[in-house]
T-cell receptor, first 114, second 109 residues
Framework: KAGVTQTPRYLIKTRGQQVTLSCSPI?????VSWYQQTPGQGLQFLFE???????NKGNFPGRFSGRQFSNSRSEMNVSTLELGDSALYLC?????????????FGPGTRLTVT | GIQVEQSPPDLILQEGANSTLRCNFS?????LQWFHQNPWGQLINLFY???GTKQNGRLSATTVATERYSLLYISSSQTTDSGVYFC???????????FGSGTKLNVKP
């Protein structure tokens, strides 16, 4: 089975721009979660989608949004980029939406905002 | 949210040595995983272990959920074990992980 894939792997954007990141979960996995990793804050939960619905949300401003499609692929969008949004963005998929199942992470998208 | 503390934050070992990494968490959980982050940033699954003990080769893990801690044991360490190890815990019915700050392991030849 193919693992979780994320595109693009690297991205450089300018302050004020917006960006869209994509995540394709493992086949059969219906839950997709997004995390931000920075040297200062570590790994922080952004949001989780299950069956095209956002079920959980972390403590991030409204500039961070996401969606999930009927094939379980997910996208996250960051609008009006700030320098502090530079980070590694990781997505994870799990088999169901019930929180007792193992999560598998993708390779991440490294975003640099200049 | 749940507080997750990992210790030690840094660990330097000679190849062949054994080590124990600890993860304490502040609330009841029913989802706990250990990960190794490779140099490119990907989190590699080591153990899914909300309770009990598991072993996989030179690695083993134990979670005592009632006492809110988990241990990761690395035996006969190798240079390829170097990297950052993360513990992540989650709440029942939520697919949301709280991560510790990680243990950075450096295994010297």
């Amino acid at each position: 089975k193919a693992g979780v894939t994320q595109t693009p792997r690297y991205l450089i954007k300018t302050r004020g721009q917006q960006v869209t990141l994509s995540c394709s979960p493992i086949s059969g996995h219906r839950s997709v979660s997004w995390y931000q990793q920075t040297p200062g804050q570590g790994l922080q939960f952004l949001f989780e989608y299950f069956s095209e619905t956002q079920r959980n949300k972390g403590n991030f401003p409204g500039r961070f949004s996401g969606r999930q499609f009927s094939n379980s692929r997910s996208e996250m969008n960051v609008s009006t980029l700030e320098l502090g949004d530079s980070a590694l963005y990781l997505c994870a998929s799990s088999q169901t939406g019930v929180g007792s199942y193992e999560q598998y992470f993708g390779p991440g998208t490294r975003l640099t905002v200049t | 949210g749940i507080q997750v503390e990992q210790s030690p934050p840094d660990l330097i070992l000679q190849e062949g040595a054994n080590s124990t990494l600890r993860c304490n968490f502040s609330d009841s959980v029913n989802n706990l995983q250990w990960f190794h982050q490779n140099p490119w940033g990907q989190l590699i699954n080591l153990f899914y272990i909300p309770s009990g003990t598991k072993q996989n080769g030179r690695l083993s893990a134990t979670t005592v959920a009632t006492e809110r801690y988990s241990l990761l044991y690395i035996s006969s360490s190798q240079t390829t074990d170097s990297g950052v190890y993360f513990c992540a815990v989650g709440l029942y019915n939520f697919n949301k992980f709280y991560f510790g700050s990680g243990t950075k392991l450096n295994v010297k030849p």
